[in-house]
């Protein structure tokens, strides 16, 4: 299944992102790849640059908008990563945030469930998980299920595992749990402006993953934008202001024509510490999207030490149900 081309027919009559809103930084987009492109590097290529819209909620994707930059002198056309200067880099991002804010996001319904296929690699070795968790917080199901302590001679992990339990929300606000549930998280999320000095010092305020003794402000906000991508909906406007806090950030840089930990056409955002960081992090630090829609596909960590997936995502009516 292709979730990205049904999510797209789902929304095909979608207005496509205002012309005027991304002229400008799809004009700076194509100024900074002919720099990068002159004879003087017998490098004169056409590239696309395909711009689609992620929306969190309801998931849609409308179509895209192509900018086309010169072609290669010789035919061939260009293949493999390219890492995109530091000026490229960022308008790639601002690109990509004025497509994603022009859309409208939809907040599930209290009694729908958020459905999530991910896949890690331990050792090189891919381990999927299925997850549907519920919009109130009051369900959780998985697949495979979690053995249960004693004997487990009955069972079964290809046997959907389903939990009910109490609202929580109002609890761990009382009690002033960092927890939340996805609604919750949603709706913070949706408060934050789309500003990413404004929206980091928001997120560090009012949902820090802790800070780091010694850990840098670049640093820190790395690992906060690298946390809130791993949310499976995210509004429109939260998901601009990360692209454009990860343009904020010293040294992140763009990658087109990468591949993400499952092999699909990517694009890659990037830094790279070549001494570890206070919180530990070492190496190369990649997040990738879908070229087309910017939709977070995964991560790798550390120079491939931990590495994920998003394989499927949506909304659904009952556990079990697949999108």
């Avoid at 050792?123 to 549907?132: H, L, N, R, V």
């Avoid at 850990?215 to 690298?226: C, G, H, N, S």
Wanted: hydrophobic share 35%; aromatic share 8%.
């Amino acid at each position: 299944m292709n979730e990205l081309s049904e999510c797209r027919d789902l929304r095909a009559d979608a207005p496509l992102p205002d012309a005027d809103r991304l002229a400008a930084p799809r004009a700076r987009l194509t100024a900074a790849f002919m720099q990068e492109t002159r004879p003087e590097r017998a490098l004169s290529r056409r590239r696309a640059i395909l711009v689609g819209a992620a929306t969190a909620g309801a998931l849609a994707v409308t179509a895209g908008i192509v900018a086309t930059l010169p072609e290669d002198t010789t035919g061939a056309p260009a293949r493999g990563p390219h890492l995109l200067s530091a000026g490229a880099s960022a308008d790639a991002l601002e690109l990509a945030a004025a497509t994603v804010e022009k859309h409208d996001g939809s907040e599930p319904g209290p009694k729908q469930w958020v459905y999530e296929k991910s896949t890690s690699f331990h050792e090189g070795k891919p381990q999927t998980s299925e997850e549907w968790t519920r919009w109130d917080g009051t369900g959780h199901a998985r697949l495979p299920g979690m053995a249960p302590s004693g004997d487990i001679s009955d069972f079964d992990p290809d046997e959907l595992q389903v939990w009910y339990g109490p609202n929580q929300e109002e609890k761990w606000k009382k009690l002033g749990y960092d927890d939340r549930s996805q609604r919750q998280f949603y709706r913070f999320l949706a408060t934050l402006p789309s500003d990413p000095d404004r929206m980091m010092k928001r997120i560090r305020e009012e949902h820090a993953i802790g800070s780091v003794k010694g850990e840098t402000a670049a640093q820190r906000d790395w690992r906060e934008v690298d946390v809130l991508y791993r949310s499976v909906l995210i509004p429109p406007n939260a998901q601009a202001g990360l692209f454009r806090a990860l343009a904020k950030i010293p040294g992140a840089r763009v990658t087109t024509g990468v591949r993400d930990p499952l092999g699909r056409a990517a694009i890659g955002v990037s830094v790279t510490y070549a001494e570890q960081t206070p919180a530990g992090w070492k190496g190369k630090q990649e997040i990738y999207f879908d070229p087309d829609s910017y939709a977070y596909l995964g991560q790798t960590r550390n120079d491939g030490l931990m590495v994920s997936a998003r394989e499927a995502w949506g909304v659904v009516n009952k556990p079990g149900v697949r999108p």
